[in-house]
């Protein structure tokens, strides 16, 4: 055996510095479908306690929904369990490429592929489509996947601000004399809740010749007048030459993802990403409860537009009763506490009271901007929303940060 | 403060604090301190090649060496 005691005690150092930094991450185990009322063990081997989840990215309230659970089940009948193979082997079924053009449709692109998970799609799609006469121009806050992603492409890399404009174009500047720029950025940037201005961002990839890439896994199926994404939102439909999102969120939770956008960047990816290239794609009857997903979507408005509702409800009551938010009109509505600590104990009080909503804080987000990210849902309903609310309000008065400024929370518990 | 500190002071600041940022002092850790991520050394070392006319080399661009102002500016010496 070469796993030693001393390579063990290697690693036990090092799960016990991750405990030390206070950021040992714990399951929480849900004894329910995923919704907006969930029971939940935690910790391991306590009593389940009903709980109204705040936390999940569960946005149109689809996860469970009968509909998408029956069309899974008539995909598991009709098309069976799992491929066995990779897509370009035998591991392709109509189904498949049914899913990807009716996402063609719904995000207003050339051509779509699949991919196991948007991880795999933000880690494959650069190193497919760029060489080292290219460079990467990325949002500071882009989400972890793209930058691995960007880890994995020789192209050149450079950042810019959180949506500075003015700094993006500094870069592309500096960049001009590059073969191909590729501007990379979320539709909306998940520890925010802020989306990106993707107006002007087309407009400077338009003036300086640069591609733009997008990952809207926390916008499609809701953001924009019906739901298609950022790119509708700000007008820019048709104009995003790489759209990557997931179907684990808003689009049926389950899992997979997809790159969408140019047919020839398509088609790249087809031959040359490694995610696609080497691992099986999404299950049959994860593709089936998409499909019927996308039907739902295409047909009415009603679940986004009851969750901008919501979002909208949201946000004012947390407002009025004098939390300090990130600004933004998304439903992910973070409630700020900057200290570290202060994230967690509030965390832990709200769980008290029958609220799951979980502190984030450094290396999430960056030091003294610690906070509770709140995350709404269709699913819920008014009286979900006053019942976090009252417990909010318990909570915030407790710490007394009600009606304190970004300062004053900070003099009282520090950064 | 010699002139390189306050060069390589002033570029940090523009390009990574954000306008409600408090300043930065010639010890302020940059990387430990979450102010610079590793990822966006690329450009900073960028901006000393160019301006000192120097080459560094990948191995020598450690965070470490790149965690302060002061550490960068003796970084930057032994290749001068």
Known sequence: ?????????????????????????????????????????FPTGASLKKVINMCSNNYLGLSSHPDVIKAAHEGLDHRGYGMSSVRFICGTQDIHRELENKMTEFLGTEDTVLFPSCMDANAGVFEAILNE???????????????????????????YKHSNMSHLEQKLELHADKRLKVIITDGVFSMDGDTAKMDEIVALAEKHDALVFVDDSHSSGFI???????????????????????????????????????KEIVELCR?????????????????????RVLDILSQSTERRDKLEENANYWRKGLTDAGFVLKEGDTPIVPVMLFNAKLSQDFSKDLYQEGIYAIGFFFPVVPKGQARIRTQISAGHEKHHLDKALEAFIKVGKKYDILGKTKKEIIDVYGM | ???????????????????????????????????????????LKRFLENKYNISIPDEKATPEAFDSVNNICELVKEFI
Request: with cysteine; charged share 25%.
């Open chain 1, 1 to 41: 055996m070469s796993f030693s005691k001393s390579i063990r005690e290697l690693y036990q150092q090092e799960i016990k510095e991750i405990q030390g930094q206070g950021i040992f991450k714990e399951e929480r185990f849900i004894h329910a479908p995923q919704a907006a009322d969930i029971e939940v063990e």
């Open chain 1, 133 to 159: 006469n290219d460079v990467m121009i990325s949002d500071r806050l882009v989400h972890a996947s793209i930058i691995d992603g960007i880890r994995l492409c020789k192209a050149q890399h450079d950042t």
């Open chain 1, 224 to 262: 924009g007048k019906t739901g298609r994404g950022t790119h509708e939102q700000y007008n820019v439909l048709g104009k995003i030459d790489i759209i990557t999102t997931t179907f684990g969120k808003a689009l049926g939770g389950a899992s997979g993802g997809c790159v969408s956008g140019r």
């Open chain 1, 271 to 291: 031959q040359k990403a490694r995610p696609y290239l080497f691992s099986n794609t999404m299950a049959p009857v994860i593709v089936s409860g998409v499909i």
């Open chain 2, 1 to 43: 403060m010699d002139e390189m500190q306050k060069a390589v002071l002033e570029y940090v600041e523009n390009e990574y604090l954000e306008d409600d940022d408090e300043e930065l002092e010639v010890d302020t850790p940059l990387i430990s301190g979450g102010i610079v991520d590793s990822f966006s050394m690329v450009s």
